[in-house]
């Protein structure tokens, strides 16, 4: 079973900041937090990843509280292409990957 | 440069048919996974190659499944006595392997159906 809990479902209006959380209370100490979206009938696309610090790329930002037991995704711009389904993941290192059901954001004009 | 492939992009078969479903990764990549992903769950983990060897093959649901990696590149999914419960996409992914890389990049799937 995931690890990670993620509410279904998320509404954001075009053009505003879409801000997705993730509770991981079980996380260990050497555990990654992976975020991938999934955009329908393609495969899952890779966005970001965090250890301990606030991690940002030219797709999101990842804020990561201090006691690593949530997180929150950040697209600062949402546009309607990042209509999609985000999963949040803990991966010890990265190999075996469960992901859990995610959240369906729906971006709105 | 090239991402992950997969082929066939679709399969329709008979169940108790046995099916075959390739990956090609990413050129390089040394990490290999598969995945099944049912209508409107997240991909659930099957199997993960370091190299040639399974790593860690927990998520392969019975002994009808089957993978494989001779040679550290392309893999093969392998399905025997194929049943409806079977029918889902199949998706691969591959990962650098190497500290600091180990984000997946994943291929379209392929849409398994056994009628």
């Known amino acids: 079973d995931a690890k990670t809990t993620q509410p279904p479902s998320m509404d954001c209006a075009e053009g505003r900041a879409a801000n997705l959380p993730c509770n991981h209370s079980?996380?260990?100490?050497?555990?990654?937090v992976y975020w991938y979206r999934q955009i329908h009938s393609q495969g899952p696309q890779y966005i970001i990843h965090?250890?301990?610090n606030n991690e940002t790329n030219e797709m999101a930002s990842l804020i990561i509280t201090e006691d690593r037991k949530s997180s929150t995704l950040i697209l600062p711009h949402a546009t309607l292409r990042d209509t999609a389904v985000y999963y949040c993941i803990e991966t010890l290192g990265g190999f075996k990957t469960i992901f859990g059901a995610g959240t369906r954001l729906f971006v709105k004009a | 440069g090239a991402g992950v492939s997969q082929t066939p992009s679709n399969k329709v078969t008979e169940k108790g048919k046995y099916v075959e479903l390739r990956c090609d990764p990413i050129?390089?990549?040394?990490?290999l996974y598969w995945y099944r992903q049912s209508l409107g769950q997240g991909p659930e983990f099957l199997i993960y190659?370091?190299?040639?060897?399974?790593?860690?093959d927990s998520g392969l649901p019975n002994d009808r499944f089957f993978a494989v990696r001779p040679e550290g590149s392309v893999s093969t999914l392998k399905i025997q006595r194929t049943e409806r419960g079977d029918s889902a996409v199949y998706l691969c992914?591959?990962?650098?392997?190497?500290?600091?890389?180990?984000?997946?990049?994943f291929g379209p799937g392929t849409r398994l159906t056994v009628l």
């Open positions: 992914a591959s990962s650098s392997g190497l500290a600091g890389g180990l984000e997946q990049f």
């Open positions: 190659f370091q190299g040639t060897g399974a790593a860690d």
């Open positions: 050129s390089g990549h040394t990490a």
């Open positions: 079980t996380i260990s100490g050497n555990e990654y």
């Open positions: 965090g250890l301990k």
